[in-house]
């Protein structure tokens, strides 16, 4: 692989959008930084962009426009050989860097529903995507899919266990149709199994649950996330979540995916074929080795990384998922299975309640009992083909809904004890 590709990152200072960019500085024969968005971190903003000198930068706050300007000011003064890039912010400045001409392949690092528009953007403008930002697909499966049909745009799977499915599946007949799409069945492949590291509790009985801070939902034993995903990682929701998303990446119903808790993570997710052959994608828990396979795809790179030893690691081990301790995961599949704007509800619920968690307004059990309370409510105006605009309306109900049952709850008993 010879060529230079132009990346945008969106979301460039978290924590999958400076692994991006780890990568790019590692490998710059073979990828340019055309664009980035970021939120507010605007120190490693500054930096980055004295680094990489993109074309492009959006600001999500766009508060902090003038500022950003003041800094850029600066260093332009200091640094003769330094360009100014162009610079936006808010939603449309968002989607000017997500579909910005130059770039060939987005990576979506915004964490949440935020980043669906500007996925659609990137979409929209038939660029390839590395997909991180799963809360996009769980959200608006329905409207993204047939979005990339009409684009042509490719989605290449940044998670990591999405990452080990689609490399497995390389070397299958499907191989034919490279393009990911979309929710129509894969030929050959017959089950998913989602690989699992259990999360920062998975030593903790249920009794320890209910003591649950935020420092200790916070600390993932084995990988090194921003603060939404590790929390989804302890209430295994972002186990449910990555089924839903291997439902529109692959197109398998959900009687097909399964989740198998394998505290190592060095097993990234198998798929097993029509000849009853297994197949499993391995490497050490390092989110640099997906990304870089969603930059380099088809083509492989060689990198200076450690390599794996399964003699040094000496057992792998595996265990069903306890559905109990984590009811999580029922909740998603039971939204997954209900399909259209079910999905929306079930994802915006979580954000929401993760949100009142990480603000101690809440327990860490009362995150499942706030979700399924949501998608319970949402049942009977469940729409199976919503667009986008009902997508956003029932994203915007749902956070709403958790609010209330959270401040219901609180003036019941005069601070949140139990909230729904
Ligand atoms: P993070 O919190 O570390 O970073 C999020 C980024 O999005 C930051 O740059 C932030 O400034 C930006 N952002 C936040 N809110 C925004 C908004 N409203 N508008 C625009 N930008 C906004 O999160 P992360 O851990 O990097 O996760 C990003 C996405 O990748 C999530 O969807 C997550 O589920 C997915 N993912 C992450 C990992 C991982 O290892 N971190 C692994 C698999 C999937
Ligand atoms: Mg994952």
């Known amino acids: 692989m010879n060529i230079v590709k132009a990346i945008s990152v969106l979301g460039s200072t978290g924590s999958i959008g400076t692994q991006t960019l780890q990568i790019a500085e590692e490998f710059p024969g073979h990828f340019r930084v055309v664009a980035l968005s970021a939120g507010s971190n605007l120190s490693l903003l500054v930096q980055q962009i004295q680094r990489h ?15 950003l300007k003041e800094r850029l000011g600066e260093v332009s003064s200091e640094e003769e050989s330094f360009k100014l890039p162009n610079l936006f912010a808010g939603p449309e400045g968002l989607n000017t ?15 949440g529903c935020a980043g669906l528009l500007p996925t659609l953007a990137a979409i929209k403008a038939g660029k390839d995507l590395a997909l991180a930002n799963k809360e996009t697909l769980i959200a608006a499966g329905p409207v993204v899919i047939p979005e990339l049909e009409r684009t042509g745009s490719r989605l290449l799977p940044a998670d990591s266990e999405h990452s080990a499915i689609f490399q497995c599946l390389q070397g299958t007949p499907w191989q034919e149709n490279a393009r990911l799409s979309t929710g129509v069945p894969t030929p050959g492949l017959r089950r998913i199994q989602l690989t699992a590291s259990g999360g920062a509790f998975r030593d903790w009985s249920s009794e320890d649950l209910k003591n649950a801070t935020i420092e200790d939902a916070t600390s993932h034993p084995n990988w090194s996330m921003g603060r939404k995903i590790t929390v ?7 186990k449910g979540l990555e089924v839903i998303e291997a439902h529109y990446l692959f197109g398998l119903d959900y009687d097909h995916i399964e989740i198998v808790i394998h505290p190592q993570s060095i097993i990234h997710s198998m798929i097993e074929l029509a000849d009853s052959s297994v197949l ?13 396979y969603c930059l380099s795809w088809p083509n492989r790179l060689e990198t200076p990384w450690r390599r794996l030893s399964l003699a040094e690691l000496g057992q792998l081990t595996f265990q069903s998922p306890d559905t109990k301790k984590y009811p999580c995961m029922q909740i998603a599949y039971s939204a997954g299975r209900a399909g259209g704007s079910m999905t929306a509800v079930l994802n915006a619920a979580n954000e929401e309640a993760v949100s009142q968690f ?6 860490f059990l009362d995150i499942p009992k706030l979700i399924e309370a949501a998608c319970e409510r949402h049942k009977s105006d469940h729409n199976i083909q919503p667009d986008l605009d009902e997508v956003l309306a029932v994203d915007k109900w749902s956070r709403m809904a958790v609010k209330e049952e959270v401040s219901r709850a609180s003036n019941l008993i005069g601070k949140s004890d139990t909230a729904a």
């Open 97 to 111: 860097v997500a579909s910005w001409d130059s770039a060939e392949l987005v990576v979506t690092g915004i964490v």
């Open 53 to 67: 000198q993109p074309e492009a930068v959006a600001l999500a706050d766009d508060s902090l426009l003038p500022e």
């Open 358 to 363: 990480l603000q101690e307004r809440i327990h």
């Open 280 to 292: 499993a994608q391995l490497g050490w828990p390092d989110m640099k080795l997906p990304i870089l």
């Open 232 to 238: 989804d990682s302890a209430t295994l929701m972002n």
